[in-house]
């Protein structure tokens, strides 16, 4: 059986579209009396092959038909009656049903067509075969539709997609781009105008997307509901006092509801930073916090909720609205297991971002509670293992290049000369701040966890160093030549390639700085302030090493340099700059002055 979708109440038993409706197989919707842009129909029915208008006629006796001009009845020998012919009805209902298509559903493009339903027995059809409509009657208007042949395009094949489209047709009585009988002024004006008139409910839309304040306040007192009413738009009348019911304590979420359910605007992006939220590493029986950022993209208006999955995760708040808002998630670990997988959940975001819950992944990896010999000892330990072993290579490396002098190596420290006092002088620094490293590393973080994470911050400081020892050297013989003329190839690749064995101090530094920050577990207050000292002295002792290597490096190459003829070289070139410069003012000066006050120049406007 057909469903029925009756615009106006009830439908007398025995009525044509009563008929359809029990006639017709499901997946047909029969809608009698719709009124189209404006235009009455007698009945429309949406099947899987096409859109059927039906036009209905209480003719009786003889019809006359021609195929220009009006159609003539003679009912029992009496005067002729003139009707106007269906072919030009059948034309105007087709165009209007396009019309109403273009507005409502672009992309949909299904056959019309238009069927003449003569209702009285009495009737009689003079001429047959004259196109559309095709003259049915009531008996065998249901076998004429249920047999015609399917579209090429299978455009109403889905059932969904029929039945909106009969919803629209019975409901929406002035479609997005039907002029109004009336317009609608908004309070706000144009650059010159008093106020901003529309006549299409596109316009309306349009102009309350780019100025929210007015459709909040024609939402707000009802005058935008009147006007689609007095439209005989009862679907969008309702729709309006339907939002303000339903969000009466926020007019900006009103407004945006509005505007998304009537199709005619895009939905705003949600952005989620971090787009899953990682825990990371935290000890058992501890809470875990992260701040998860909610930002909207494009146009609109975002609000919504937060749904955790799981009940040892908590978000705070609960609802938002705005753009951005930061929540606070939050992870028990009371009872989840300790394990070697992380536990997962999600925050299902419910937004007016999308029709469907949008979820942010929860990770969280429980761990238990490392021994005293495992922190005092075995993470230490790994720090300077792997420590030495960067430094120590390193410093052979730039011993076996001769960056550094042997001499002074040798005289100094007597740990040989050359390549191995430079790989043993640079490996114990390593060493020493890769074991202080391993000492502050978090309760919680395995050991290969943190020696990785230390390992890929320092190869990036080494690189940043080195890149910026270049540009260093590049910059000063560039913008000062005297003392750049003065630095040696041998000095400048020393610079480079020294600037490398000191990245273990910054990369040091930067991931406890880091560690602190993304450990998000609960801390015992008293802990930290005995930490700080520590800290503070390794930096500080590690920056005198730093400060008396440099010094010891680079006296060899410095004491080359002729202080006394580099000194006059840098003279010589400054006072020639600062001439330049006193020449140029001078001559700019005195153009401007003959500008101003010689009456020979020409004058201008």
């Not at 969904?160 to 997005?176: D, F, G, N, P, V």
Request: one cysteine or more; charged letters at 20%; a positive charge.
């Amino acid at each position: 059986m057909a469903e029925l979708l009756a615009a106006k109440g009830w439908l007398a038993a025995g009525s044509v579209s009563a008929q359809l409706r029990d006639a017709l197989p499901d997946g047909y919707y029969v809608i009698p009396e719709p009124t189209v842009r404006g235009y009455p129909l007698d009945a429309i029915v949406v099947g899987p092959q096409a859109i059927f208008v039906l036009h209905l006629r209480d003719w009786a006796g003889d019809v006359i038909a021609v195929r220009r001009g009006p159609w003539r009845e003679r009912a029992n020998g009496g005067p002729e009656i003139a009707h106007p012919n269906p072919t030009d009805e059948a034309r105007e209902a087709t165009t209007v049903v396009r019309e109403f298509l273009k507005d409502e559903f672009p992309r949909l493009s299904p056959p019309i067509r238009n069927y003449l339903v003569l209702t009285n027995p009495s009737v009689r059809l003079v001429a047959m075969g004259m196109g559309e409509p095709i003259a049915m009657t009531p008996d065998t208007i249901a076998d004429a539709i249920a047999s015609t042949g399917p579209a090429d395009d299978g455009a109403l094949a889905d059932d969904e997609l029929r039945q909106s489209l009969a919803i629209a047709i019975r409901e929406r009585k002035l479609t997005t781009n039907q002029r109004a009988k009336k317009p609608f002024v908004f309070r706000s004006g144009d650059l010159l105008a008093s106020g901003t008139t529309v006549w299409t409910f596109r316009a309306a839309v349009k102009h309350m997307d780019r100025h929210p304040e007015d459709g909040m306040y024609h939402l707000r007192n009802g005058t935008l509901a009147e006007w689609l009413a007095s439209e005989g738009a009862d679907d969008l009348a309702a729709l309006a006092r339907e939002v303000m019911r339903q969000r009466a304590s926020d007019d900006r979420m009103a407004l945006e509801s509005f505007l998304l359910a009537t199709g005619l605007v895009r939905r705003p992006r949600l952005i989620a930073k971090p787009a899953l939220v990682n825990c990371g590493y935290v000890l058992s029986g501890e809470h875990a916090y992260r701040t998860l950022r909610l930002t909207k993209g494009g146009r609109g208006f975002l609000f919504g909720s937060l749904q955790p999955s799981h009940n040892w995760i908590r978000v705070e708040p609960r609802d938002f609205s705005g753009s951005p808002t930061r929540v606070m998630v939050s992870v028990n670990t009371e009872s989840l297991p300790i394990d070697r997988v992380r536990s997962g959940g999600e925050i299902r975001v419910t937004s007016s971002a999308s029709t469907v819950p949008i979820e942010i992944p929860v990770r969280v990896r429980v761990m238990g509670m490392p021994s005293r010999v495992n922190r005092f000892f075995v993470r230490p330990l790994a720090g300077l293992i792997v420590g030495g072993a960067i430094g120590g290579g390193l410093g052979h490396l730039l011993g076996s290049w001769g960056a550094f002098s042997a001499p002074w190596v040798t005289g100094v420290f007597g740990w040989g000369a050359g390549a191995l006092g430079t790989a043993i002088l640079i490996g114990l620094f390593w060493a020493l701040l890769g074991a202080f490293r391993g000492f502050m590393q978090p309760l919680a973080w395995p050991v290969s966890y943190a020696v990785w994470r230390w390992l890929l911050r320092t190869i990036g400081w080494m690189a940043a160093l080195a890149l910026l020892a270049a540009v260093a050297m590049w910059v000063l013989s560039w913008a000062y030549p005297p003392a750049g003329g003065a630095i040696s190839d041998a000095m400048r690749f020393t610079a480079i390639m020294v600037a490398p064995a000191f990245a273990v101090l910054p990369a040091v530094m930067g991931e406890i700085r880091s560690s602190r920050a993304e450990t998000s577990t609960t801390t015992a207050p008293e802990e930290r302030p005995r930490r700080r000292p520590l800290v503070t002295v390794v930096v500080c002792v590690a920056l005198l090493f730093v400060l008396a290597l440099s010094l010891r490096i680079f006296r060899p190459t410095i004491e080359t340099v002729d202080v006394e003829a580099s000194t006059a070289t840098a003279q010589e070139w400054t006072e020639k700059g600062w001439v330049q410069l006193e020449t140029g003012l001078n001559d700019l000066i005195d153009r401007v002055m003959l500008r101003l006050y010689d009456r020979r120049a020409p004058s201008g406007g």
